[in-house]
């Protein structure tokens, strides 16, 4: 049984890669953590190692996590065709407003970062499109594209 690959833009990857040196270094901090609460002898009803435990835990889950995604992605790099697809950056009018977004898988997408995942209804949305198109939200909604990189 295959994985199927994630998609992933070079940003992202590095972004991964960034946080998975970040937790590796945090495991010997961790592990002294743990060390030291069970010093303080009965683990039973011991908070502070709970706490470094359930850190560990979550650290070792996060790691693993990165890992999978690192082994199975597919870097994606914009196509300078002029049709909005992974890696594209649009500009869109909604509502009045101009909005920028980059498309970009779903492992990486942050809508507060203006990282929208070519799933979502906005990413289905201008997927394939081109500057000037318009544009149709599920919810009724109508956009323009205001264009493409």
Known sequence: MSKK?????????KEL????????????????????????GDLSENEDYS?????????ESRIAEIEDILKNAKIIRSKKSGKIGLGSTVVVKLSGKEYTYSIVGPVEANPLEGKISNE???GKALFGKIAGDEYSLP?????KILSVE
Do not use: H, M, W, Y
Not at 5 to 13: A, H, N, P, Q, R
Not at 20 to 38: D, F, G, S, V
Not at 51 to 59: F, G, P, T, V
Not at 139 to 143: A, F, S, T, Y
């Open 139 to 143: 919810n009724g909604n109508k956009g």
């Open 120 to 122: 979502s209804p906005i």
């Open 17 to 40: 890669e960034k946080e998975l040196n970040a937790l590796i270094a945090e495991r010997p901090i961790i592990t002294e953590k743990i060390a030291t609460a069970r010093a303080f």
């Open 5 to 13: 690959s994630i998609d992933l833009t070079v940003e992202g990857k």
């Open 51 to 59: 706490a470094a435990r359930n850190e560990q835990k979550l650290a």
